[in-house]
């Protein structure tokens, strides 16, 4: 039926004062007439509606509300005379929405705790758990039997964090049912797993995402009682302060026993790692050292078919010889010889710093010794890049190469250029090649399998020949050459706006779409 799959998911996303017509017009179809008019009451805004039936029953709860299964709730800060109205609708909302299963929410009131809680079906929850009063907590702790859970602990616990610890009673409670936990905490807040019960572990876990936390003894211990890391498939580590030699020395000892052991069964496929964020809070000998324990963690064992490697290597300006990737990271990115996916990018550089950019020859060595992989991101050595598309052009899996320049030229202009000369460096070197064979029909996809080229904000998708264009996508270009006797092409289009929609939309969420076909 059209009806229910219409109303399946609901996005909410309230930035500012200008958002609140549009959430009022998104969540008034799931509200009675008796709280149409109670909430516009409590505020005229745009969007509401002003007049109502004589013929419909005003206490009658549209049926729409059953039909919702997944809920997005954005509320950022649309001022602080407005956020009081905007949290109401959600409250009024959620109430007629007796059927959810995933619910994704910045906003935690009394009342839209209790509609959580009372929620049969709900088996996947991100929510911001910090600074709870107890009116919200008390409902909160009461959900179990979540699949998937998410919790943001941010800013600084309250005196009574500890006593409460909703966070720790949201876990336990699915302590035998959770595939999948994201912790993400602030410095002083990460205590909250410190009373963590000995001999209680995730038993279903099998993905596991911590950021901001404070590692010490404590929470290491806490941590390990917790999770077993052997038996995660997924694994991401953001940024981490404190003692982050025991945490990666921890990792180390125990992957390298299961390696060493035949009846272990080392699970892990994809690990995703921040490998340097502390560099301006810590002496560069402390740095190095840290550095070397993630090193080793990913060196003691060999299942990774995918790994992301964020922000490594920022070294000071004043250096001007590029270091390039660590030998010891090359090692141990090489032992895992079924990489797909190998991702070694930055998301910002610390004012007076440089990113380590990849050399060719590293990049040989990865794509010679790597040969299952099929996408591959990283930061070039940007005075090099004819010389790199020719070595790219060996990897004969790729089919998706993404080059980050973080503002290597002197304009956007210069970017482009750069760009495009790139893209077509690996046209060119594919369609020179096999120059023996110059019979037939030339197809882009007998000599490479690259479809999709990507240097900072321009993306190209790649062809001999490509679908009908959606929005977004621009013109189709095409770069011919001949052979012999044969002519040779390939055609490729800018489809950045394409990819960029969504998310300049806000249709959702990552962690949403992930997690809401594993609910069952």
Same mark, same amino acid.
């Given at each position: 039926?059209?009806?229910?799959?219409?109303?399946?998911?609901?996005?909410?996303?309230?930035?500012?004062?200008?958002?609140?017509?549009?959430?009022?017009?998104?969540?008034?179809?799931?509200?009675?007439?008796?709280?149409?008019?109670?909430?516009?009451?409590?505020?005229?805004?745009?969007?509401?509606?002003?007049?109502?039936?004589?013929?419909?029953?005003?206490?009658?709860?549209?049926?729409?509300?059953?039909?919702?299964?997944?809920?997005?709730?954005?509320?950022?800060?649309?001022?602080?005379?407005?956020?009081?109205?905007?949290?109401?609708?959600?409250?009024?909302?959620?109430?007629?929405?007796?059927?959810?299963?995933? @619910?994704?929410?910045?906003?935690?009131? %009394? *009342?839209?705790? =209790? +509609? $959580? !809680?009372?929620? /049969?079906?709900? &088996?996947? #929850?991100? @929510?911001?758990?910090?600074?709870?009063? %107890? *009116?919200?907590? =008390? +409902? $909160? !702790?009461?959900? /179990?039997?979540? &699949?998937? #859970?998410?919790?943001?602990?941010?800013?600084?616990?309250?005196?009574?964090?500890?006593?409460?610890?909703?966070?720790?009673?949201?876990?336990?409670?699915?302590?035998?049912?959770?595939?999948?936990?994201?912790?993400?905490?602030?410095?002083?807040?990460?205590?909250?797993?410190?009373?963590?019960?000995?001999?209680?572990?995730?038993?279903?876990?099998?993905?596991?995402?911590?950021?901001?936390?404070?590692?010490?003894?404590?929470?290491?211990?806490?941590?390990?009682?917790?999770?077993?890391?052997?038996?995660?498939?997924?694994?991401?580590?953001?940024?981490?302060?404190?003692?982050?030699?025991?945490?990666?020395?921890?990792?180390?000892?125990?992957?390298?026993?299961?390696?060493?052991?035949?009846?272990?069964?080392?699970?892990?496929?994809?690990?995703?790692?921040?490998?340097?964020?502390?560099?301006?809070?810590?002496?560069?000998?402390?740095?190095?050292?840290?550095?070397?324990?993630?090193?080793?963690?990913?060196?003691?064992?060999?299942?990774?078919?995918?790994?992301?490697?964020?922000?490594?290597?920022?070294?000071?300006?004043?250096?001007?010889?590029?270091?390039?990737?660590?030998?010891?990271?090359?090692?141990?990115?090489?032992?895992?010889?079924?990489?797909?996916?190998?991702?070694?990018?930055?998301?910002?550089?610390?004012?007076?710093?440089?990113?380590?950019?990849?050399?060719?020859?590293?990049?040989?060595?990865?794509?010679?010794?790597?040969?299952?992989?099929?996408?591959?991101?990283?930061?070039?050595?940007?005075?090099?890049?004819?010389?790199?598309?020719?070595?790219?052009?060996?990897?004969?899996?790729?089919?998706?190469?993404?080059?980050?320049?973080?503002?290597?030229?002197?304009?956007?202009?210069?970017?482009?250029?750069?760009?495009?000369?790139?893209?077509?460096?690996?046209?060119?070197?594919?369609?020179?090649?096999?120059?023996?064979?110059?019979?037939?029909?030339?197809?882009?996809?007998?000599?490479?399998?690259?479809?999709?080229?990507?240097?900072?904000?321009?993306?190209?998708?790649?062809?001999?020949?490509?679908?009908?264009?959606?929005?977004?996508?621009?013109?189709?270009?095409?770069?011919?050459?001949?052979?012999?006797?044969?002519?040779?092409?390939?055609?490729?289009?800018?489809?950045?706006?394409?990819?960029?929609?969504?998310?300049?939309?806000?249709?959702?969420?990552?962690?949403?779409?992930?997690?809401?076909?594993?609910?069952?």
């Amino acid at each position: 039926m059209v009806t229910p799959r219409l109303y399946e998911r609901i996005n909410v996303s309230v930035s500012y004062h200008a958002h609140i017509p549009k959430l009022i017009r998104t969540l008034e179809p799931f509200l009675s007439i008796n709280q149409k008019k109670q909430l516009r009451k409590e505020g005229q805004y745009r969007g509401q509606q002003e007049s109502f039936s004589n013929v419909i029953d005003p206490q009658k709860k549209p049926r729409f509300g059953e039909y919702v299964r997944q809920a997005n709730l954005f509320i950022g800060d649309p001022g602080k005379n407005h956020k009081f109205i905007v949290n109401r609708y959600v409250e009024e909302a959620l109430k007629n929405m007796t059927n959810l299963e995933v @619910v994704e929410t910045s906003s935690i009131t %009394e *009342s839209i705790s =209790k +509609s $959580l !809680a009372s929620q /049969k079906n709900l &088996r996947a #929850l991100n @929510v911001s758990a910090g600074n709870l009063g %107890e *009116s919200e907590a =008390k +409902s $909160l !702790a009461k959900i /179990k039997d979540l &699949r998937h #859970l998410a919790i943001h602990l941010l800013g600084f616990a309250s005196p009574n964090f500890r006593k409460d610890n909703t966070p720790l009673s949201l876990i336990l409670n699915s302590r035998s049912t959770l595939r999948s936990l994201e912790i993400e905490t602030g410095s002083f807040s990460s205590v909250f797993l410190d009373d963590w019960p000995k001999s209680k572990s995730l038993t279903s876990l099998k993905s596991f995402s911590l950021t901001g936390a404070t590692i010490d003894e404590d929470f290491l211990s806490a941590l390990a009682n917790a999770v077993d890391f052997v038996a995660l498939e997924e694994l991401k580590f953001g940024y981490l302060s404190h003692d982050l030699k025991i945490l990666f020395g921890h990792l180390s000892n125990i992957f390298s026993k299961a390696r060493d052991d035949q009846k272990a069964n080392i699970k892990l496929r994809s690990l995703e790692i921040e490998m340097g964020k502390e560099t301006s809070f810590v002496v560069p000998e402390e740095q190095e050292a840290y550095v070397d324990a993630r090193i080793d963690f990913i060196s003691s064992f060999d299942t990774l078919t995918c790994l992301e490697l964020h922000d490594y290597g920022q070294y000071r300006q004043e250096i001007t010889v590029n270091p390039g990737l660590k030998s010891s990271l090359v090692r141990a990115i090489l032992k895992h010889e079924k990489l797909t996916k190998l991702k070694i990018s930055y998301r910002g550089v610390t004012s007076g710093y440089k990113i380590t950019c990849l050399e060719p020859d590293t990049i040989l060595t990865l794509v010679d010794n790597l040969p299952e992989l099929k996408v591959f991101e990283f930061i070039p050595e940007p005075t090099k890049l004819a010389e790199i598309a020719r070595i790219i052009c060996r990897g004969r899996n790729l089919t998706t190469v993404t080059l980050i320049t973080g503002g290597s030229w002197s304009s956007l202009a210069e970017n482009q250029e750069k760009g495009l000369e790139f893209l077509h460096s690996i046209f060119e070197r594919v369609l020179k090649g096999d120059a023996d064979s110059d019979a037939g029909v030339f197809e882009w996809e007998d000599h490479s399998k690259i479809t999709r080229v990507a240097v900072d904000w321009m993306i190209w998708e790649v062809g001999s020949k490509l679908g009908k264009a959606k929005k977004g996508m621009k013109k189709t270009k095409k770069m011919s050459v001949t052979v012999g006797k044969q002519k040779r092409e390939v055609v490729y289009r800018d489809i950045a706006d394409f990819v960029r929609v969504p998310l300049l939309n806000g249709l959702g969420s990552k962690w949403l779409d992930k997690v809401k076909n594993d609910i069952k």
